[in-house]
């Protein structure tokens, strides 16, 4: 079994919700039909970023990486041209 870590990208407020997911088309589902309390007030909601691991451990280190400073800023560098087109 696989684990991911995965960005989602409010169109309402344009911020980021991280999480992690054993079963990453499910979970996207259940944050788009606003299943899910954290986010069912920030819909849309689209997925914009996510990375594969081997075992739930390493998903939710990734996952509490990506949500800190260091992780944030990683992610903005990433995805630049994806949240800056025109730069």
């Known amino acids: 079994?696989?684990?991911?870590?995965n960005v989602l990208l409010s169109e309402k407020d344009n911020q980021f919700y991280t999480g992690y997911t054993s079963n990453l088309r499910?979970?996207?589902?259940?944050?788009?039909?606003?299943?899910?309390?954290?986010?069912?007030?920030?819909?849309?909601?689209k997925l914009i970023y996510f990375e594969g691991?081997?075992?739930?451990?390493?998903?939710?280190?990734?996952?509490k990486?990506?949500?800190?400073?260091?992780?944030?800023?990683?992610?903005r560098s990433r995805l630049r041209l994806f949240l800056n087109p025109t730069g």
Do not use: F, W
């Not at 079994?1 to 870590?5: D, G, I, R, S």
């Not at 691991?53 to 996952?63: M, P, V």
């Not at 990486?65 to 992610?75: F, M, P, Q």
């Open 53 to 63: 691991c081997l075992n739930q451990k390493d998903g939710t280190r990734r996952e």
């Open 65 to 75: 990486y990506l949500k800190s400073g260091n992780g944030k800023i990683y992610l």
């Open 1 to 5: 079994m696989y684990y991911y870590a």
């Open 26 to 45: 499910r979970r996207l589902e259940e944050h788009q039909t606003g299943k899910v309390t954290s986010t069912k007030y920030r819909l849309p909601i």
